[in-house]
Nanobody
Framework: VQLQASGGGLVQPGGSLRLSCAAS????????VGWYRQAPGKQRDFVARMFKGGTIDYTDSLKGRFTISKNIAKNTVYLQMNSLNPEDTAVYYC???????????WGQGTQVTVSS
């Protein structure tokens, strides 16, 4: 699965961004699609994901500010990020897996910088 992330950029604190992740395969057939992020000098952390059966997970600290969604017709997954703060600065990666025990696929990452 090839994943192409886009939509990152520089935003002021309190602002919003919507990230997009275009997949080379039908996202409706993928076991899971989602987002992770990696801040400078830190490990890659889970942000949000959607399972094939409809379950959606978020990391607890981001619930209410971030929303994951998908457009099946466009094979694209989105991450709407609101009320951004400097701690949200990171490279955001989209992720997918074809099936439960399959390989992990990653997009190239898109930089999000929250700064005044």
């Amino acid at each position: 699965v090839q994943l192409q992330a886009s939509g990152g950029g520089l935003v002021q604190p309190g602002g919003s961004l919507r990230l997009s992740c275009a997949a080379s395969e039908r996202i409706a057939s993928l076991d899971v699609v989602g987002w992770y992020r990696q801040a400078p000098g830190k490990q890659r952390d889970f942000v949000a994901r959607m399972f094939k059966g409809g379950t959606i997970d978020y990391t607890d600290s981001l619930k209410g500010r971030f929303t994951i969604s998908k457009n099946i017709a466009k094979n694209t997954v989105y991450l709407q990020m609101n009320s951004l703060n400097p701690e949200d600065t990171a490279v955001y990666y989209c992720h997918a897996r074809r099936n439960r025990f399959g390989a992990d696929y990653w997009g190239q990452g898109t930089q999000v910088t929250v700064s005044s």
